[in-house]
């Protein structure tokens, strides 16, 4: 696999990985980068009778700690009220139980490895 980019472009070159890899397993992906005034979530998947709300984080290294570990209490909290707003503007979904996901990307070429964490944190 291609080393990761700099910058900006590292973000995205992540949620490319982080998708490609949930498709491997079956789910299918409905939106990227879902914006609005309150948060962003990077993928919404539909798996089964999921919707599935996925954090991709990415971390060079392990110095600071794994990527999933920096989705705190707060980005938890914008990504469900994002989730929310999602929900409301897509009332064909809204029916359907949801989870949230997080994908750590982490390392970069051969070195590079993917934790895909189901149900990473509750909407509670």
Known sequence: ???????????RWAEQIALRHLEDHGLLPHS???????GEIDLVMLQDHWVVF????????????????????RKQRRIV???RYFLQQHPGLNDRPCRFDVVAVS???EGQNVQWIANAFDAG
């Open 1 to 11: 696999m291609k080393d990761a980019p700099g910058g900006q472009e590292r973000g």
């Open 32 to 38: 990227q980068n879902y914006r609005w005034r309150g």
């Open 54 to 73: 996925v954090e991709v984080r990415y971390r060079g290294g392990s110095g600071y700690g794994n990527s999933a570990e920096s989705v705190d209490l």
């Open 107 to 109: 390392g970069s070429g």
């Open 81 to 83: 009220n994002t989730a």
